[in-house]
Every structure is written in C-alpha cells, then in structure tokens.
C-alpha cells in the first residue's frame, strides 16, 4: 500500500524560502510520476508541480522560475523548494503519486505566506 508523508510547511514572510517533503512509503517508487498541488482558501486543488520518472518536469505557470521540484529515489522522497514566496501562494500543498490510472495522496501540509 502507498503512503504519503508531506513535512515543511509554515508560517513564512513575503518573499521568504520554504522547502516541502514527501516522503513515499510502496515499491517501485521509481516509476511513479511525483507531483505538488494546493488548495488555497475557497479554491479548487491546482497542479504546482510535477515530476516523471525520468525527471521531466512540469510547472503551472504562476510559480515557474520560483519553484523547483526534484526527487532522490534513493531516499523514496520528493521536494519542492519554493523560493520568492507570496502571499497567493498560501495554500495546503499536497503531495501525489500517480502511475497509470491510479493516483495517491497525502495529509497535506499548511503553507501561510504573510507579514
């Protein structure tokens, strides 16, 4: 069974860093395409970033050249360092694993972008 763990989120200022984890608990972690969404206050859950097995990645718009999302498949672990935070990007960031038709998610963690 695939489990998902998100850590790092927080309270951070405007323009402040954070850097989210997930950890994946399964097989073959290798092969699953690893993604970040959110969910901010009365909006719907929106892809951020996604990465495939090979470590092709893909970005929405508004956090391109902010973002960056990687993996360690040593470590079953995928990141998402946010730098230039703002306040729109307070939200509850899931983390997903998705191969095939199958899709899993975590808990979520908190992120509040403000002064």
């Known amino acids: 069974q695939v489990q998902l763990v998100e850590s790092g989120g927080g309270l951070v200022q405007p323009g402040g860093s954070l850097r989210l984890s997930c950890v994946y608990s399964?097989?073959?972690?290798?092969?699953?395409?690893m993604g970040w969404y959110r969910q901010g206050p009365g909006k719907e859950r929106e892809l951020v970033a996604r990465i495939d097995r090979g470590s092709s990645t893909e970005y929405a718009d508004s956090v391109k050249g902010r973002f960056t999302i990687s993996r360690d498949n040593a470590k079953n672990t995928v990141y998402l360092q946010m730098n230039s935070l703002k306040p729109e990007d307070t939200a509850v960031y899931y983390c997903s694993a998705a191969l095939n038709k199958l899709t899993y998610w975590g808990q979520g963690t908190q992120v509040t972008v403000s002064s």
């Open positions: 399964g097989s073959i972690f290798n092969l699953y395409t």
